[in-house]
């Protein structure tokens, strides 16, 4: 298992959401040079009109990895784009973290991660994902859930009927 999420892998889920079935939604994607740099997302009100809804940023390295992924939420009263928060991925030489920060307006930066999730390759076809979250002093993070991931080592079935 490749233990990392490319430009390619976002362009994948940017056309899946365009072409799904839900007409609630619409989407309006940024692209240049095969990168999403940006998704728009639009909700149907009651009156049956679009609406802007969440607004999703994205960053690369220059291997084509993502690292980041910003969320803003649409303000109606200032009639624009609030931060909200942000996914950055850190790779490593057998997986990735995931690390999720809220903006903080007070102080106009995000906070330190409250979360962050790690996948980590121990062989090939088998995965761990564990998820740590921030305590209430902040000072530590605790272990939330722990998980083994197994991908069938080729295209047949383990199950068969």
């Known amino acids: 298992m ?4 490319t430009a390619a892998t976002v362009l994948a889920m ?12 619409m989407y309006n994607g940024d692209i240049e040079d095969g990168k999403v740099n940006k998704i728009e997302v639009y909700e149907r009100n009651d009156n049956q009109q679009m609406e802007q809804k969440m607004e999703y940023c994205y960053e690369y ?4 990895r ?3 992924k910003e969320m803003l939420s ?7 784009w609030v931060k909200n928060s942000r996914l ?3 790779y490593y030489k057998n997986g990735y973290n995931v690390e999720v920060s809220h903006w903080n307006a007070e102080k106009q930066q995000y906070d330190l991660p409250q979360e962050v999730t790690l996948y980590r390759s121990k062989a090939p076809s088998l995965t761990t994902v564990k998820t740590y979250r921030m305590n209430e002093t902040q000072d530590n993070m605790y272990l939330t859930s722990s998980m083994l991931v197994m991908e069938p080592f080729d295209d047949r079935l383990l199950a068969a009927e």
């Open 61 to 64: 390295d220059e291997q084509g």
């Open 14 to 25: 940017y056309f899946n959401a365009i072409n799904s079935n839900d007409v609630n939604y």
């Open 66 to 68: 993502l690292t980041s």
């Open 88 to 90: 950055t991925y850190k």
């Open 74 to 80: 649409w303000d109606d009263a200032k009639k624009e």
């Open 2 to 5: 490749e233990s990392i999420i």
